[in-house]
């Protein structure tokens, strides 16, 4: 059986940065010694990660311009408003959150100033998962994260930025986090499109190729680590993903939080808005922005991947997606309540 090195999140740098872009930082000796894993499909779950006893980033290089990155308890909204929207859980893994640390930051900022990125996942190299009908992950992730940038920059979000990189996982991976922290940016969003592990993968053909597939599993899900230097906004924004995604119509992948997913099982923080925690993701904790990773749909699924190749669902996605940001950004979200 075809085993992928899969090394997810870190890659080269893309053009049209913000002027830092080019003084890589290679003070990450410790990621580049990380171990690498080499996974089943080249998916998701894998994305990369790493030990998870490492020590907490480095708090240096912090995002500056975001209000909510610093001095989030002074923004936060009345404990009574706040208690409303505590984030429910539903199966918390080893480590309980505390409920402080989910109240939603009350933001504010200038969407013409504002910088986000949109981490594009994998590179043209270490593609990633390989869909149904054998299209690599980076494609999809591509085409989607160029409409997402669209959307962004038509309302306004002129600083949005694609992170794209090249190189084999290991390497791309070291450049991609150095990117993102020496931009410097406000958000990072990581795209990506999902699969499945070997065991539950099936044998069909496609346009007369042995091909592969899963059926049994399909929709979005929203990643955080509790280990990014700001946890609380990342699993501010990453609420709102998951909210709008649901907003569309879409459902969230509900395998992670089961037994059957084995080690690739995540706690689930929030069973209405599928946002689930992976501490270990380098790209999440490595950053020094408020980061989050978007599996926006699965590429495996047969009938999925054919929605997630049509520009309606690009369409979809990348509307949720914007009305995230924008939510995020503007102080509204903070007096809708609950979801
Ligand atoms: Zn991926």
Not at 174 to 184: G, H, M, Q, S, T
Not at 203 to 225: A, L, P
Request: glycine share 6%; net charge positive; hydrophobic share 40%.
């Amino acid at each position: 059986m075809k085993r992928r090195e899969f090394i997810c999140v870190l890659g080269s740098i893309a053009s049209g940065y913000w002027p830092r872009r080019r003084t890589i930082i290679v003070a990450t000796a410790a990621i580049v010694l990380l171990p690498i894993e080499v996974s089943d499909a080249g998916w998701l779950s894998d994305v990369f990660k790493s030990s998870s006893k490492q020590s907490k980033p480095s708090k240096q290089g912090k995002s500056p311009k975001h209000v909510t990155s610093r001095k989030p308890a002074a923004l936060a909204r009345p404990a009574a408003s706040a208690k409303r929207r505590t984030v429910k859980l539903a199966a918390l893994g080893p480590v309980r959150l505390k409920p402080a640390a989910l109240k939603p930051v009350a933001t504010r900022c200038d969407p013409s100033k504002f910088r986000i990125v949109l981490d594009v996942g994998h590179t043209a190299e270490s593609e990633g998962a390989i869909s149904a009908r054998n299209v690599s992950e980076f494609v999809f992730n591509l085409r989607l994260a160029k409409r997402i940038e669209e959307k962004l920059k038509a309302e306004g979000f002129a600083e949005t930025k694609l992170l794209l990189t090249e190189g084999k996982a290991r390497r791309s991976l070291v450049k991609r986090v150095a990117a993102a922290n020496n931009l410097p940016a406000d958000l990072l969003l990581s795209i990506h499109h999902d699969s499945v592990p070997n065991k539950f993968l099936e044998d069909w053909e496609f346009e007369g190729k042995k091909s592969r597939f899963s059926d049994r599993f399909s929709g979005y899900s929203v990643f955080v680590s509790r280990n990014n230097p700001d946890f609380k906004t990342s699993l501010s924004f990453a609420e709102l993903i998951g909210k709008e995604m649901k907003a569309q119509g879409l459902d969230y992948a509900q395998q992670y939080s089961q037994p059957i997913m084995g080690r690739h099982q995540r706690p689930l923080l929030n069973k209405e808005t599928g946002v689930y925690r992976y501490d270990e993701l380098i790209v999440l904790r490595k950053t020094r922005m408020a980061a989050v990773l978007l599996e926006a749909g699965s590429i495996i699924n047969r009938d999925e991947e054919l929605k997630m190749s049509s520009p309606e669902r690009r369409d979809i996605i990348s509307s949720g997606v914007t009305a995230a940001v924008k939510e995020f950004c503007e102080p509204r979200w903070a007096m809708l309540g609950p979801l």
